[in-house]
């Protein structure tokens, strides 16, 4: 019987690896290690429809317990893997080593932290997996006043959905609008006033300097008393299991546009890896849901041996109120953004350009436009 393959992480990209592994037709023993007492599940929900309260918890799960048990993947869930010897290729847990003939880490990413303590009255809150979703589920909705100190992707969602839950919110960002990094300054202008639209007190240019009892001093001289604080300033690859058995590591796993490693058994993909990507030319590391399916997928056939290169281009999306987004591509330094009116004021395209030639897009709302979008940027990166 030859070596398993053994996949160590407990989201999106490895359960989309053990599922596409059958679906491939490999009936070789597959061991999938989640640290996590839950089967594998996307985490897109957890600021929006689960923490809403509008999406049930099985509604994450990339597949039933059943599915692993009918397809012979052997799911240890609550099960670390405490370090890799690559010399004997095998994983170290609790319950003993595995071995292993090929190894996936799909270990994912965790909040970065603020240094930041709960007092008697506040507690600070980060949100990245399913038990941290449904506790801040029981601190929304009426007579709650949530703090979230970050305005990026995760914390502009969680504003929506407690406002959408009757929470008051306030939002601190030191930039001058929330989401400019990846937006600009005029996308993201029109974001921060879809949210002050529906109420949420945005405060741009300032952060938190310190909890003191009830109240949060902000580095602008002002205060705020919420009931719980949420701290979303981004999140940091959980690299050192591949660091510290050697592998090369550098802000993620690095890899090839293959998903290998610098060891020729083992792969990484999904928020951990930072792959070659041959279209753009350079290193990225993408922490998005589709990201993750399709590197989960492509690193399923790099498993069993098959020549693979992976060439999508990123891509995210986003539901904050009645906005919905989509972004194709990646903005190199020095682009362009150039806006495009729709029929309503959450209705627009935009496009990042590099020359004459969009290296990005996005549209909010104009559903119809998607593959017009993609295949336009991508036509781009591909000549």
């Known amino acids: 019987m030859s070596e398993p393959i053994v996949i160590v992480g407990g989201g999106l990209a490895a359960g989309t690896a053990a599922v596409e592994l059958r679906e491939a037709g490999h009936d070789g023993y597959v061991v999938l290690l989640a640290a996590e007492d839950h ?5 897109p929900p957890l600021s929006k429809g689960y923490l809403l309260g509008e999406k049930p918890a099985d509604a994450t799960h990339v597949q039933p317990r059943e599915w692993y048990d009918e397809h012979g993947i052997d799911l240890r869930t ?4 405490l370090a890799v010897d690559l010399e004997a290729k095998s994983v170290a847990t609790d319950d003993g080593p595995v071995r292993f003939g090929k190894l996936l880490i799909a270990t994912g990413a965790r909040a970065r932290r603020l240094p930041l303590e ?15 979703s449904t506790t801040l589920h029981e601190r929304l909705g009426e007579g709650h006043h949530l703090l979230v100190v970050g305005g990026g992707w995760i914390g502009m969602e969680v504003a929506a959905t407690a406002r959408q839950l009757g929470t008051t919110v306030t939002v601190v960002e030191p930039a001058e609008q929330p989401m400019l990094a990846a937006l600009g300054a005029e996308v993201a202008a029109r974001f921060a006033e879809v949210h002050r639209g529906h ?11 310190r909890l003191d009892g009830a109240n949060a001093v902000l580095t602008d001289g002002s205060s705020v008393s919420p009931d719980t604080v ?5 999140a940091v690859p959980n690299e050192e299991l591949a660091r510290d058995a050697g592998l090369e590591v550098d802000n993620g796993v690095v890899v090839d546009a293959g998903l ?3 060891h020729p058994d083992v792969y990484a993909a ?9 279209l753009l030319g350079e290193k990225i590391r993408v922490e998005h849901w589709q990201n993750a399916i399709s590197q989960g997928k492509a690193a399923a056939h790099a498993l069993l041996g098959e020549d693979v290169s992976y060439e999508d281009l990123p891509y995210f999306f986003t539901d904050q109120y009645d906005l919905g987004m989509e972004f194709f591509g990646h903005v190199p330094d020095g682009s362009v953004v150039r806006v495009e009116p729709g029929d309503s004021d959450t209705s627009f395209a935009a496009w990042w350009l590099r020359g004459d030639d969009p290296v990005a897009a996005m549209h909010v709302n104009q559903w119809d436009r998607s593959d017009e979008l993609r295949d336009r940027v991508r036509q781009t990166w591909a000549t």
Do not use: N
């Open 39 to 43: 089967v594998p599940y996307e985490r």
């Open 78 to 81: 609550g099960t670390s893997a």
């Open 118 to 132: 709960s007092t008697d009255a506040l507690d600070v809150l980060y949100l990245r997996s399913m038990e941290e």
């Open 199 to 209: 109420g949420v007190d945005l405060r741009t240019g300032t952060s938190v300097e």
């Open 230 to 234: 949420l701290v979303g300033v981004g």
């Open 260 to 262: 290998r490693s610098s």
């Open 270 to 278: 999904g928020d951990v890896a930072r792959a070659v990507h041959p």
